[in-house]
């Protein structure tokens, strides 16, 4: 006679997994009612299902900012998946939470994926949870940043997540850098300052001034000077610490940091949007 697995046994193991209703009562009635056979017959299904989904595109998810105790390092991950109704689901943004709080410990994604995770790891969870949603589900982004105070702050639905770090851990300064995360994540600066933009974007920028001003008929001993200019103004435009404090559209986000305290500074910032 086949096994009937009871209301109760089928309540626990979705709680466990966060599998469906009807997924749970078969995958104990597979395993004759055993609880951890059940587990592991889901988790078998996760696996067929994150193959027949591996080459899907996971562009939507949850991103989260979140910084340890101490704010001494921030970190920035994105959960994935295929379609913004699972995004915005309570369970999956609660997940997303919880490897960001893992995230804290570590240094990479492999290492992340590594890490312990109800009773598994975090790796073999989102197979499972691949399974169980039907979508494909992966880690798409890893990021850390470590400093003297680091803040975070997550924007627009956690569709986009900035953590912003200081050079000291003064009086004020926990607050100015959750301000410049939220500036990080407003106005997406490609650099810190202009010492650490790429030269590609440098020579792309000053290309397209060169060509615009020859266009526009400028003299040609002129064109230099000005395209010059138009590269500093991209500086103060585009460089976090040089552009308007998006407070006041005034103040330089260097300034405003120099108010707390004369000789506080912004020494890094992560930005990772969907």
């Known amino acids: 006679m086949s096994y009937k697995a009871t209301a109760a046994e089928v309540s626990k193991l979705r709680n466990a997994t966060g599998a469906g209703m009807m997924d749970s009562k078969k995958a104990l009635e597979e395993a004759g009612g055993d609880f951890d056979k059940a587990v592991e017959v889901l988790r078998k299904q996760g696996q067929k299902v994150a193959a027949k989904r591996a080459d899907r595109d996971s562009t939507e998810g949850a991103v989260i900012a979140k910084v340890n105790a101490d704010q001494t390092k921030g970190i ?150 000005i395209a010059q200019g138009k590269l500093q103004k991209f500086f103060k435009e585009n460089t976090l610490v040089h552009q308007a404090s998006i407070k006041d559209g005034k103040t330089s986000v260097q300034d405003v940091v120099k108010a707390v305290n004369a000789d506080l500074k912004v020494t890094g910032f992560i930005r990772y949007s969907l």
């Open 76 to 225: 920035v991950i994105a959960l994935n998946c295929e379609t913004d109704f699972v995004a915005k689901n309570e369970a999956f943004v609660a997940m997303a939470n919880e490897i960001a709080d893992l995230a804290l410990t570590v240094n990479s994604k492999e290492e992340l994926l590594a890490l312990p995770f109800a009773g598994i790891t975090v790796g073999e969870k989102l197979t499972e949870q691949t399974g169980v949603i039907g979508e494909k589900i992966e880690i798409g982004t890893f990021q850390a940043i470590e400093g003297a105070i680091v803040n975070s702050y997550i924007h627009a639905g956690n569709k986009i997540g900035a953590v912003v770090s200081l050079s000291a851990n003064v009086e004020g300064a926990s607050e100015v850098a959750r301000d410049v995360a939220m500036q990080v994540a407003a106005m997406n600066p490609v650099a810190l300052d202009e010492t650490s933009v790429a030269q590609s974007v440098i020579d792309t920028e000053l290309s397209i001034a060169r060509e615009t001003l020859v266009a526009e008929g400028k003299p040609e001993n002129m064109i230099e000077n």
